[in-house]
Protein backbone atom coordinates (compact mmCIF):
# COMPACT_ATOMS: atom_id res chain seq x y z
CA UNK A 1 0.00 0.00 0.00
CA UNK A 2 0.90 3.38 -0.60
CA UNK A 3 0.07 6.03 -3.20
CA UNK A 4 0.15 9.61 -4.05
CA UNK A 5 -3.09 11.30 -5.07
CA UNK A 6 -3.74 13.96 -7.35
CA UNK A 7 -6.63 15.61 -5.34
CA UNK A 8 -9.13 14.57 -2.53
CA UNK A 9 -12.26 13.05 -3.67
CA UNK A 10 -14.08 10.17 -3.95
CA UNK A 11 -12.89 7.60 -0.99
CA UNK A 12 -9.96 9.60 -0.15
CA UNK A 13 -12.20 11.98 0.78
CA UNK A 14 -15.35 10.44 2.61
CA UNK A 15 -12.06 8.49 5.15
CA UNK A 16 -10.93 11.72 5.73
CA UNK A 17 -14.21 13.33 6.76
CA UNK A 18 -15.43 10.35 8.81
CA UNK A 19 -12.39 11.00 11.02
CA UNK A 20 -12.67 12.08 14.73
CA UNK A 21 -9.43 13.47 14.81
CA UNK A 22 -6.31 14.34 12.79
CA UNK A 23 -3.26 15.82 13.49
CA UNK A 24 -1.53 19.29 12.48
CA UNK A 25 2.90 19.37 12.35
CA UNK A 26 4.41 22.72 11.38
CA UNK A 27 7.82 23.74 12.37
CA UNK A 28 9.99 27.35 12.16
CA UNK A 29 12.12 27.89 9.26
CA UNK A 30 15.16 28.14 12.07
CA UNK A 31 16.75 24.24 12.41
CA UNK A 32 16.91 24.49 16.13
CA UNK A 33 13.09 25.76 16.38
CA UNK A 34 10.22 23.86 17.99
CA UNK A 35 8.36 21.47 16.39
CA UNK A 36 4.92 21.30 16.26
CA UNK A 37 2.63 19.02 16.00
CA UNK A 38 -1.14 18.99 17.82
CA UNK A 39 -4.31 16.87 17.84
CA UNK A 40 -7.43 18.35 16.38
CA UNK A 41 -11.41 17.58 16.92
CA UNK A 42 -14.19 18.92 17.51
CA UNK A 43 -16.90 17.68 15.42
CA UNK A 44 -17.73 20.13 12.78
CA UNK A 45 -14.87 21.69 12.62
CA UNK A 46 -12.85 20.45 9.58
CA UNK A 47 -14.03 20.87 6.41
CA UNK A 48 -13.07 20.06 2.31
CA UNK A 49 -13.35 22.99 0.56
CA UNK A 50 -12.52 21.49 -3.03
CA UNK A 51 -10.47 19.20 -4.19
CA UNK A 52 -7.08 20.47 -3.03
CA UNK A 53 -8.34 22.62 -0.14
CA UNK A 54 -8.77 21.87 3.29
CA UNK A 55 -9.79 24.36 6.36
CA UNK A 56 -10.38 23.76 10.02
CA UNK A 57 -11.18 25.89 12.71
CA UNK A 58 -8.47 27.21 15.03
CA UNK A 59 -10.16 27.94 18.17
CA UNK A 60 -8.55 29.06 21.72
CA UNK A 61 -5.96 27.51 23.99
CA UNK A 62 -2.82 28.49 25.75
CA UNK A 63 -0.25 29.06 22.12
CA UNK A 64 -0.56 29.86 18.95
CA UNK A 65 2.49 27.24 17.79
CA UNK A 66 0.49 26.98 14.32
CA UNK A 67 0.02 29.98 13.52
CA UNK A 68 3.31 31.62 14.11
CA UNK A 69 4.78 29.29 11.61
CA UNK A 70 2.31 29.65 9.11
CA UNK A 71 2.46 33.09 9.18
CA UNK A 72 6.10 32.77 9.19
CA UNK A 73 6.83 29.89 6.35
CA UNK A 74 3.27 28.34 5.46
CA UNK A 75 4.44 24.70 6.13
CA UNK A 76 2.28 22.36 7.43
CA UNK A 77 0.88 18.57 7.19
CA UNK A 78 -2.36 17.04 8.60
CA UNK A 79 -2.55 13.41 9.09
CA UNK A 80 -5.45 11.08 9.58
CA UNK A 81 -5.74 7.89 10.83
CA UNK A 82 -8.00 5.09 11.03
CA UNK A 83 -8.35 3.73 14.41
CA UNK A 84 -11.63 1.58 13.18
CA UNK A 85 -12.25 -0.44 10.08
CA UNK A 86 -8.98 -1.09 7.86
CA UNK A 87 -5.75 0.44 7.97
CA UNK A 88 -5.10 3.85 6.26
CA UNK A 89 -3.04 7.08 6.93
CA UNK A 90 -3.30 9.90 4.85
CA UNK A 91 -1.15 12.74 4.81
CA UNK A 92 -1.68 16.10 2.98
CA UNK A 93 1.46 18.19 2.53
CA UNK A 94 0.96 21.52 1.85
CA UNK A 95 0.76 25.31 2.26
CA UNK A 96 -1.08 26.56 5.27
CA UNK A 97 -2.49 30.44 5.79
CA UNK A 98 -4.87 31.32 8.42
CA UNK A 99 -7.59 33.67 8.37
CA UNK A 100 -7.83 35.70 10.73
CA UNK A 101 -11.54 37.41 12.03
CA UNK A 102 -10.55 40.82 10.26
CA UNK A 103 -9.71 39.03 7.00
CA UNK A 104 -12.81 39.75 4.20
CA UNK A 105 -13.00 36.16 3.68
CA UNK A 106 -13.26 34.83 7.04
CA UNK A 107 -17.60 35.46 6.95
CA UNK A 108 -17.11 33.17 3.97
CA UNK A 109 -15.05 31.03 5.09
CA UNK A 110 -16.71 30.31 8.19
CA UNK A 111 -20.19 29.10 6.35
CA UNK A 112 -18.80 25.78 5.33
CA UNK A 113 -18.65 24.58 9.21
CA UNK A 114 -22.68 24.92 9.94
CA UNK A 115 -22.87 22.41 12.74
CA UNK A 116 -20.50 24.19 15.24
CA UNK A 117 -21.11 27.31 17.64
CA UNK A 118 -17.80 29.10 17.57
CA UNK A 119 -18.86 31.27 19.89
CA UNK A 120 -18.45 28.30 22.58
CA UNK A 121 -15.18 27.90 21.29
CA UNK A 122 -13.13 31.22 20.99
CA UNK A 123 -12.71 30.98 17.42
CA UNK A 124 -9.64 32.56 16.33
CA UNK A 125 -8.64 32.28 13.12
CA UNK A 126 -9.99 29.61 10.15
CA UNK A 127 -6.68 27.78 8.89
CA UNK A 128 -6.85 27.44 4.88
CA UNK A 129 -4.78 24.18 3.65
CA UNK A 130 -4.03 24.17 -0.06
CA UNK A 131 -2.70 20.40 -0.52
CA UNK A 132 0.80 19.86 -2.36
CA UNK A 133 1.12 16.24 -1.97
CA UNK A 134 -1.46 13.90 -1.02
CA UNK A 135 -0.60 10.76 0.11
CA UNK A 136 -1.99 7.32 2.19
CA UNK A 137 0.33 4.32 3.58
CA UNK A 138 -0.55 1.69 5.60
CA UNK A 139 -0.98 1.94 9.04
CA UNK A 140 -0.72 -1.87 9.78
CA UNK A 141 0.65 -0.72 13.19
CA UNK A 142 -1.87 2.12 14.20
CA UNK A 143 -4.27 0.23 17.29
CA UNK A 144 -7.63 -0.13 17.16
CA UNK A 145 -9.79 2.90 19.47
CA UNK A 146 -13.54 3.58 19.89
CA UNK A 147 -14.70 7.32 19.76
CA UNK A 148 -17.07 7.86 22.53
CA UNK A 149 -17.65 11.31 22.10
CA UNK A 150 -16.75 15.04 21.81
CA UNK A 151 -14.88 16.40 25.29
CA UNK A 152 -17.11 19.19 26.84
CA UNK A 153 -14.57 20.54 28.18
CA UNK A 154 -13.28 23.03 25.74
CA UNK A 155 -17.07 24.88 25.26
CA UNK A 156 -17.51 24.60 28.87
CA UNK A 157 -14.23 26.68 29.28
CA UNK A 158 -14.56 29.24 26.66
CA UNK A 159 -18.54 29.77 26.22
CA UNK A 160 -18.33 32.23 29.25
CA UNK A 161 -15.97 34.39 27.12
CA UNK A 162 -17.10 37.51 25.38
CA UNK A 163 -14.15 39.47 22.65
CA UNK A 164 -13.11 41.64 25.22
CA UNK A 165 -12.39 38.80 27.89
CA UNK A 166 -11.09 35.98 25.00
CA UNK A 167 -8.65 39.10 24.15
CA UNK A 168 -7.58 39.81 28.31
CA UNK A 169 -7.05 35.79 28.39
CA UNK A 170 -4.69 35.78 25.15
CA UNK A 171 -2.63 38.70 26.65
CA UNK A 172 -2.50 36.85 30.02
CA UNK A 173 -0.64 33.76 27.87
CA UNK A 174 3.25 33.49 27.04
CA UNK A 175 2.74 32.05 23.47
CA UNK A 176 -0.29 33.46 21.80
CA UNK A 177 0.85 37.01 20.93
CA UNK A 178 4.45 35.24 19.83
CA UNK A 179 5.76 31.76 19.19
CA UNK A 180 7.96 29.85 21.80
CA UNK A 181 10.92 30.57 19.24
CA UNK A 182 9.54 34.01 19.45
CA UNK A 183 7.70 34.20 15.68
CA UNK A 184 4.78 36.36 15.73
CA UNK A 185 1.75 34.64 16.42
CA UNK A 186 -1.98 35.48 16.97
CA UNK A 187 -2.29 39.67 15.69
CA UNK A 188 -3.44 41.14 19.39
CA UNK A 189 -5.99 42.91 20.33
CA UNK A 190 -8.43 40.19 18.87
CA UNK A 191 -10.67 41.79 16.35
CA UNK A 192 -14.54 41.25 16.99
CA UNK A 193 -16.46 38.24 15.98
CA UNK A 194 -18.49 39.54 14.06
CA UNK A 195 -19.68 36.44 12.16
CA UNK A 196 -21.40 33.81 13.38
Not at 57 to 67: H, K, Q, Y
Not at 157 to 176: A, G, N, P, T, V
Request: charged fraction near 25%.
Amino acid sequence: MGKVYERIDGRLRTFIEEQKIFFTATAPLAGDGTVNLSPKGLTGSFAVLDELTVAYLDFAGSNAETVAHLRENGRITLMWCAFTGPPNIVRVHGRGEPVFRDDPRFAGLLEHFPDIDVRAHGLRAIIVVTAELIRDTCGYAVPFMDYREDRPLHASRFQREDDESLDRYFHKKEHIASSMDGLPGLPLPLPPLTAT
